[in-house]
C-alpha cells in the first residue's frame, strides 16, 4: 500500500464521521481535496497545516498544555480520560481506520557532514488533535498498547520504503513488544532489510523481562538488527545492564545535553559518556539539538551523530527527505540549518 492509498483511507474515514462536532473539520478537508484534486496526500497535508497554523496562534499554548513540545498536535485530554469507557472504542476505530502517519526526524552524521539515518515519529490524525502519547497511553490503558506499538510499526516500515537505500531507521518500541512474536513476523514481511532496521527502546527493561527480551531479539540481532537505548531513561545505575546487552547505539536524551556549551558541569557528564560508548563500542547520539553553539560543543566532545531541531524538523514529505543529505551539507559547511516544517 503506497502513501496515496494510505491517505484516500485517511480521507475517507474523516469524511464517514457523521458527528456534528466534526463538520468544520470535514468542510475544511472537502476544500482542500477539491484544490488538490487526484492528490489524497497533498490535500490531507495541507488539511493538516491549517491546523497547526490555526492551534499555533496566540495563546494556543496557553490553552493546550504541551503544544510547544509538539507544535503539530497538542494533547487535550486529562489523565481521567484514560480510563473512560469509550477508550477502548476509540482505540479500535483508530486501528481498524488507520488513522495514523509516520514522519521521519533525520539523525546527522557530525562528522561526516550527511544524513545517516532517521527516528520514525507517530502522527495520529484525529479531530480533537491529541498527542501521540496521548493515544499511545490510552491504548495501553485499555489493553491495546501492543495493538498500537505494532500499526505504527507497520506504517513506518512501509514509509520507510521510500526513503534513501543508505539511511537506517530508528523505531520506537516498548521493550514488551520487542518479545511479542508479531515483531519478528512483521520485520521479515517488510522489504526494508533488517541491517537498516534500529529498535529504539522507549522506556526502561523491567527484571522480570530483561532475560526475555534478550532471546527474542538475539535472532533478529544476528541477521543485523541493532538496537539502541536512551540513556536518559537507563541511567548510570544501570551501566552494567548496558554493557551485557551490548546496545548498538545511546541516545542523549535533550535533559543531558542541555547546557553543554554553558555548563561544566553538563560538559563533564557529556564527555563521560563519549569516553565510556567509546571503551564498549556503542555510537553516541545526542537528541535535541537547538542551536549552533550545541552542536559545536557536542562535536569537539567527540558525539559522532545527532538529531533536533536545529539539524531538521520531523517531515513526512518524501520530496524532502530526498533532498536531506544536501540540507546536512549545508550544516557541517555554514553551522546553519533550514530544517524542514514540522509535522
Known amino acids: 500500500m503506497n502513501i496515496r492509498t494510505q491517505a484516500w483511507g485517511i480521507v475517507a474515514s474523516v469524511l464517514a464521521d457523521t458527528a456534528p462536532e ?5 468542510q475544511r478537508l472537502c476544500e482542500h481535496l477539491e484544490a488538490t ?3 489524497p496526500e497533498r490535500a490531507l497535508l495541507e488539511h493538516l497545516l491549517e491546523t497547526q497554523r490555526q492551534v499555533s496562534q496566540p495563546g494556543a499554548a496557553g490553552e493546550f498544555p504541551g503544544m510547544d513540545e509538539d507544535p503539530i498536535f497538542f494533547a487535550p485530554p486529562t489523565a481521567e ?3 473512560s469507557p469509550q477508550s477502548r472504542s476509540r482505540i479500535s476505530a483508530l486501528l481498524s481506520d488507520r488513522m495514523l502517519l509516520t514522519a521521519f526526524q533525520p539523525i546527522h552524521g557530525l ?5 545517516i539515518g532517521v527516528e520514525a515519529l507517530s502522527r495520529f490524525v484525529s479531530d480533537d488533535g491529541a498527542s501521540a502519547d496521548f493515544w499511545f497511553a490510552e491504548a495501553a490503558s485499555v489493553g491495546l498498547g501492543a495493538d498500537l506499538e505494532f500499526s505504527a510499526l507497520g506504517s513506518a516500515l512501509l514509509a520507510a520504503e521510500q526513503l534513501p537505500p543508505h539511511l537506517y531507521v530508528a523505531l520506537n518500541l516498548s521493550p514488551a513488544s520487542c518479545i511479542n512474536p508479531r515483531l519478528t513476523a512483521l520485520i521479515h514481511r517488510s522489504p526494508l532489510a533488517v541491517n537498516r532496521i534500529v529498535l529504539e527502546l522507549t522506556e526502561t527493561i523491567r527484571d522480570e523481562e530483561y532475560a526475555l527480551f ?18 536518559a531513561d537507563s541511567g548510570f545505575s544501570s551501566m552494567s545492564r548496558i554493557l551485557n546487552l551490548k546496545p548498538d547505539f545511546i541516545k542523549l536524551d535533550r535533559s543531558v545535553i542541555d547546557g553543554v556549551d554553558t555548563d561544566p558541569g553538563q560538559h563533564a557528564l557529556v564527555a563521560s559518556m563519549v569516553e565510556f560508548t567509546a571503551q564498549i563500542g556503542s555510537v553516541l ?3 535535541g539539538i537547538e542551536t549552533s553553539a550545541e552542536l559545536a560543543a557536542l562535536t569537539n566532545l567527540g558525539i559522532t551523530a545527532g538529531q533536533g531541531y536545529f539539524l531538521g524538523r520531523p517531515s513526512i514529505r518524501p520530496e ?24
Open 214 to 231: 534478550l532471546e527474542a531479539i538475539k535472532p533478529l540481532r544476528e541477521q543485523g538488527l541493532r538496537v539502541a537505548v536512551d540513556d
Open 320 to 343: 524532502e527527505w530526498a533532498g536531506w543529505d544536501t540540507a546536512a551539507e549545508a550544516v557541517a559547511s555554514t553551522g546553519s540549518s533550514h530544517p524542514a516544517k514540522d509535522f
Open 81 to 83: 480520560d484514560l480510563d
Open 37 to 39: 484534486p487526484g492528490a
Open 22 to 26: 466534526g463538520a468544520a473539520v470535514r
Open 285 to 287: 547520539v545526542a537528541e
Open 111 to 115: 562528522a561526516e557532514g550527511r544524513i
